[in-house]
């Protein structure tokens, strides 16, 4: 049995729907933003948000050039700046967190994981989350989906500045965590950055295909390429498959 357990959230352990192409979205975000003093129409908002995310992700770049990630915080500071308004750092998270709701159709665990969760923990084993997301998004839903107790460790994308399938990303959790590869094992649902990133740095990994996992060729697995390829494989998204894999 591994000591270490390092999941994906998205797909794997969370089921998710967005969508940041609602007009009502921007409607409301941008009714947000000029009642708060950063007068904005819907349309420009948009527009503004989209330039300063590309210009945030190149700032990054010059750091990583593989899998660069921006920091979302700055985006919604940068719409008060630009209109005049210095934001507090609460305002700013209330703006991220909105955002994201108004954005959000729904979240909710995966039946099953709790429980499953629940089991690693009671055999003293470590439970670590290694996710390419915003962490002004993630850390809110973390609590509200009730998973953030279960976390002896956490590195968020944005926070690391790096995303899977960079194995630099992978790097940071194993020095800042002091975790052995050889007792480590990284689950997720997409094999161009979870099951990746593990085969990178010499790692165990358990690929399970979700409801919102990209495409897989199931009918010949020859086409899968070699860094894609897990150490375990349950291809029909069921969590009970996927514990009985883990505490084996």
């Known amino acids: ?103 959000r159709k729904y979240i909710c665990c995966y039946p099953g994981i709790i429980e499953m969760l629940t089991v690693i923990k009671e055999k003293g084993k470590k439970i670590y989350l290694l996710s390419n997301a915003q962490a002004a998004f993630t850390m809110p839903e973390l ?4 998973l953030y107790p279960f976390f002896d460790g956490i590195l968020i994308s944005s926070d690391a500045h790096v995303a899977k399938p960079n194995p630099a ?16 094992i990284m689950v997720g649902n997409d094999r161009t950055s979870d099951i990746t990133i593990a085969n990178l740095v010499g790692m165990d990994s ?21 860094l894609q390829k897990a150490t375990y494989e349950v291809l029909d998204g069921n969590i009970k498959d996927m514990t009985d894999i883990l505490l084996k």
């Open 1 to 103: 049995m591994y000591q270490n357990y390092i999941f994906d959230l998205y797909g794997t352990l969370v089921d998710i729907r967005t969508n940041e192409s609602l007009p009502s979205l921007w409607k409301h975000m941008a009714g947000i933003y000029t009642a708060l003093g950063a007068a904005y129409t819907p349309k420009e908002l948009k527009n503004t948000y989209k330039v300063l995310v590309k210009k945030e992700t190149g700032l990054v770049c010059m750091q990583y050039a593989d899998f660069p990630e921006p920091e979302i915080r700055n985006v919604f500071k940068a719409l008060f700046t630009q209109k005049g308004i210095t934001p507090t750092d609460t305002l700013i998270e209330y703006a991220a967190i909105t955002f994201r709701v108004l954005s």
């Open 143 to 146: 609590h509200e989906t009730g």
């Open 169 to 184: 990303f992978m790097e940071q959790l194993l020095e800042q965590y002091h975790l052995q590869i050889s007792e480590s």
């Open 206 to 226: 358990l690929y399970i295909h979700s409801n919102i996992s990209p495409a897989y060729p199931p009918d010949n697995p020859e086409d899968i390429p070699p």
